[in-house]
């Protein structure tokens, strides 16, 4: 789930063209999750303030699946919901993770590599230096 | 007091018009789309997601535009939306330290476990215009890539705690107050003026902590910390009752390590003042920390004889929605009140002038 919460609903799409039926349970939804952090980082939890997020839930056969993603993409909460039903199916899982999950996780990855690459750049290396007198 | 008076619709709507023909400047050229503004833009994005108290990059984006740039009108137009969706629950704290960082300094150490990693800053440029920008279609080079060094990023304040010279924060499970769903009461607990000053005016929080620096309330302040990155959310689902994972979102933190002389009950030790926002901001994020470190004054057995310590002051002027709300109020007809001003003035002058008049005589 943590992959399709960073993917858009195209993307997943383009992975998945053909949709299994389903039943919406809830259609595609936006609101709010109120996002907290912490006093120092450590201490008492205090609202930083919210953020838009998008649910949904779906009946497949006999299985539910949810999704609560960041954001106000409906399709990508459906396809996800989808997805989450889905996967829960031994029969349908593993080729579902080969063709849907590994390559959004790939291209995730490969991004956050790059960022990490495009940081460990700007990494100071401090030189001493010589003392005069 | 304000009267009802009818008319102006006409007026009104040929206003707004006119206003929709500004946004769009000369027809000539082309019109700005929300993603070029999302893209181009991101430190007014972040800015208006931090005022506006809502974390939606293609929204703020929009707001920005339909406010012609105007910031703080596009974070009220934010707030606005905000109030029309449903809320589905409140999120597990962010983890910090677990940041995906991009920019991570720190002022009190030269060298210290995952290092001083610069990121996208202007810091070091030399603040001199660029008119290769002004050019079209410039090539840009990109940014180098090299290896990502292994090992853990500490908070600073951990180390510091961990020798004992920096103050543990309070850490219990209490339920946070919360200003979208209760109004403000005084005294104000941490989590509340925390979300408070999250959300407040830059320039105010700016200002107040320039004053704390200039002597007013002063107490010392090192960046102990900056960092700026991405975060994943987690939230618990009622219905699952187990945390999933939402995304990521951009986050700035700032860690203020400040002398503390000690009390009865405490030695001197090293308290923190701390920033926290959306997107990249980290002079939001220092002027906060500043700030709830003044706030603090209190709570820490010290003097408040500064503006920055005052709880009311702060915590009821920092809101820029609220306050550019009663500012610009005044704009609105207040004909009746201000003809009973001006009945009052009159009558005083003709007293004056009726006694002048009497002495004058005599």
Redesign the interface.
């Known amino acids: 789930?943590?992959v399709l919460?960073?993917a858009s609903g195209e993307e997943i799409a383009a992975l998945m063209p053909k949709l299994p039926a389903h039943e919406r349970l809830r259609a595609p939804?936006?609101?709010?999750?109120?996002?907290?952090?912490?006093?120092?980082?450590?201490?008492?939890?205090?609202?930083?303030?919210?953020?838009?997020?998008t649910?949904c839930?779906v009946r497949l056969g006999e299985t539910v699946g949810?999704a609560?993603?960041?954001?106000?993409d409906k399709r990508q909460a459906e396809l996800a919901a989808v997805l989450d039903a889905a996967l829960q199916d031994p029969a349908r899982r593993d080729a579902l993770m080969a063709s849907v999950i590994a390559p959004l996780e790939t291209r995730q990855n490969a991004a956050?590599?790059?960022?990490?690459?495009?940081?460990?750049?700007?990494?100071?290396e401090?030189l001493a230096m010589q003392t005069t007198r | 007091m304000y009267v009802a008076v009818k008319g102006g619709e006409r007026a009104i709507s040929a206003a707004h018009a006119w206003l929709d023909e500004t946004r769009r400047g000369d027809p000539a050229l082309p019109e700005l789309t929300v993603a070029q503004i999302e893209q181009q833009m991101p430190l007014a994005v972040d800015r208006v997601m931090a005022e506006g108290s809502c974390h939606d990059r293609f929204l703020a984006a929009l707001a920005i535009k339909q406010a012609k740039g105007d910031l703080i009108e596009a974070a009220f137009l934010l707030r606005a939306y905000r109030t029309t969706l449903p809320r589905f629950g409140v999120s597990d704290p962010l983890e910090t330290d677990a940041m995906r960082i991009r920019r991570r300094i720190s002022a009190t150490y030269k060298d210290l476990p995952g290092g001083q990693v610069l990121g996208p800053t202007y810091d070091y440029t030399h603040r001199l215009l660029d008119f290769a920008l002004a050019a079209e279609g410039a090539e840009r080079a990109e940014a180098p890539q090299s290896e990502v060094p292994a090992g853990a990023v500490p908070r600073v304040t951990e180390l510091l705690a961990r020798e004992g010279l920096m103050q543990r924060e309070e850490a219990t499970d209490a339920e946070p107050g919360d200003l979208t769903r209760e109004p403000l009461a005084f005294p104000a607990a941490r989590p509340v003026r925390l979300q408070n000053l999250a959300r407040g005016d830059e320039g105010f929080l700016l200002a107040l902590g320039y004053s704390t620096q200039r002597g007013y309330g002063g107490n010392h302040p090192f960046v102990g910390e900056v960092r700026v990155g991405h975060v994943t959310v987690e939230f618990t689902p009622p219905e699952l009752g187990f945390p999933i994972e939402l995304g990521e979102i951009g986050i700035t933190e700032c860690q203020m390590v400040n002398q503390f002389k000690g009390s009865r009950t405490e030695p001197p030790q090293f308290t923190r003042g701390y920033g926290l926002t959306f997107g990249h901001g980290e002079r939001r994020a220092m002027s906060m920390a500043l700030v709830d470190r003044a706030l603090r004054a209190t709570e820490l057995g010290e003097d408040v004889t500064a503006p920055a310590q005052d709880h009311e002051f702060v915590l009821y002027h920092s809101d820029n929605i609220e306050a550019t709300g009663f500012v610009e109020h005044l704009k609105l007809p207040h004909y009746v009140d201000f003809q009973s001003e001006l009945e009052n003035l009159r009558t005083i002058r003709a007293a004056l002038a009726r006694e002048a008049m009497q002495e004058a005589a005599e």
Not at chain 1, 34 to 45: E, I, K, L, P, T
């Open positions: 789930m943590a919460a960073r939804e936006t609101g709010l999750v109120m996002v907290r952090g912490r006093a120092g980082g450590d201490g008492n939890a205090f609202n930083l303030g919210e953020m838009t997020v649910r839930a949810h609560y993603v960041a954001g106000r956050r590599e790059a960022d990490a690459r495009r940081a460990a750049a700007t990494k100071v401090f």
